[in-house]
């Protein structure tokens, strides 16, 4: 029976909004490539280089359809409420059909 290694992870490390723009400026006025600044700063390239994607769409630069910051949580916060008033709907057909079956019955 084989085991699961299992591979002990860094924690997630959590980053307020001013220390990514302050990340994202240092990039943005050092002319230094995104990695050594992440390394600088011990930060992975991944995140750094997201960030500074971001802070460009924010500022009106990046692809056509690209959402800002501000878009996106937008579009978080729809999807959310659509997932709840769908819950509702749903509950709401469940008891409107409980209720026919109820009001149908001869047994009553």
Known sequence: MKEKVQMSQKPRRTFTAEQK???VAIVQQSGKPISHVAQEMGLTESALRQWVKQATIDQGGGKQGALT???RAELTALRKDLKRVEMERDFLKKAAAFFARESSDPMS
């Open 21 to 23: 723009a302050d990340a």
């Open 69 to 71: 910051t501000q878009e």
